[in-house]
């Protein structure tokens, strides 16, 4: 669909743009775009970099291990007054 356009269209695109948001509002908006565009790539780097580091842990076998104080039953409980009687 891109692949279509041609020097003319991005001519006509530039002026429609100018004119909506005018001569001196580009430079500002050129400047959010691109701080957005460098804030967005280095989060997909912390993203990409996180998941090597998990997968090397999990290779080399040093998994997080789950607490085994959490992973224990709770004892069962009984209801009052149907405690058995000594």
């Known amino acids: 669909m891109l692949g279509n356009l041609t020097g003319w269209h991005l001519l006509i695109l530039l002026a429609v743009i100018l004119l909506l948001f005018g001569a001196a509002k ?4 050129a400047k959010s775009v691109g701080q957005s565009a ?3 790539r280095g989060e997909m780097k912390a993203m990409k970099d996180d ?11 040093t998994a997080p291990v789950a607490d085994p104080s959490l992973s224990q039953p709770a004892p069962p409980r009984t209801a009052p ?4 009687k000594p």
Do not use: I
């Open 26 to 29: 580009l430079p500002a908006l």
């Open 38 to 40: 460098r804030v967005f």
């Open 51 to 61: 998941d090597v580091a998990d997968g090397r842990a999990t290779q080399e076998g």
């Open 81 to 84: 007054g149907s405690e058995p």
